[in-house]
């Protein structure tokens, strides 16, 4: 235990740049490729929610869990400052949403530096094509051979879309993750989702400045905010 600790702490941000010299550290374990793997963000935001939020039996309304608070302001909000102060004060919603905001922001300055070289969206994307983003099919980029052809003889068939296999049946390879699998968000009967945020819940959460904030956020990674209800 000790020991995979001890190599944890040492890889712990080795990808990130060097402050002072500007090049990345040195890490036991490198990768070709760095790819950010994104969700709708108000998706996100729901199972946060619906997981660490639960409606009380008191009044109805949400109660963050004080794990995940303790989490998120470790993280995200400075000790002794305003900034905590006002996480500290903030309503369920209005905590999970900066969260969200603060961990994409994260990643996406981190993306601008060139440590991330790309990102794509989760629900429109299939295993075979994060491999392919991440290069295992790029003959000039592949870091060991063999795993091209592996890959190609996975993801392509002789057709050379590899979306179908000879007889016709789509491949699970090619397939997306569908909106109902893996969905914290769900109710019982795994039907409908049980909550479903809307730019008004943004607004009154964290006013004006917070939804134009979360609709940038959507623009950034490639969401249509018109797609969200009002």
């Known amino acids: 235990m000790t020991e995979c600790m001890q190599i944890l702490l040492s890889e712990y941000g080795c990808e990130t740049t060097n402050e002072s010299n500007n090049k990345p550290h040195d890490c036991e374990i490198k990768f070709q490729t760095k790819l950010m793997q994104v969700r709708n963000p108000l998706r996100v935001m729901e199972s946060l929610m619906t997981k660490f939020c639960p409606i009380s ?3 109805g309304t949400r109660k963050i869990d004080p794990s995940f608070e303790l989490f998120a302001n470790g993280l995200f909000a400075h000790p002794g ?13 209005h905590k999970v949403a900066i969260f969200v905001l603060s961990y994409h922001q994260v990643l996406l300055s981190a993306k601008a530096r060139g440590e991330i070289h790309a990102m794509y969206q989760i629900e429109n994307s299939s295993i075979c094509d994060v491999v392919e983003r991440a290069g295992f099919m790029d003959e000039g980029n592949v870091v060991y051979p063999p795993n091209r052809f592996v890959a190609e003889r996975i993801c392509k068939t002789a ?12 491949r699970k390879q090619m397939t997306f993750i569908g909106q109902e699998q893996n969905l914290i968000n769900a109710a019982p009967s795994g039907s409908r989702q ?5 730019w008004k819940d943004i607004r009154h959460a964290g006013g004006d400045d917070l939804e134009k904030t979360v609709k940038n956020l959507l623009v950034i990674l490639g969401y249509n905010i018109t797609n969200e209800e009002e």
Do not use: K
């Not at 057709?159 to 789509?170: A, F, L, R, T």
């Not at 049980?194 to 809307?198: A, G």
């Open 194 to 198: 049980q909550l479903r945020l809307t």
């Open 81 to 93: 400052t305003q900034e905590e102060e006002e996480f500290s004060s903030s309503s369920c919603l």
């Open 57 to 59: 039996n008191d009044d």
């Open 159 to 170: 057709g050379g879309d590899g979306s179908n296999d000879n007889d016709g049946v789509v």
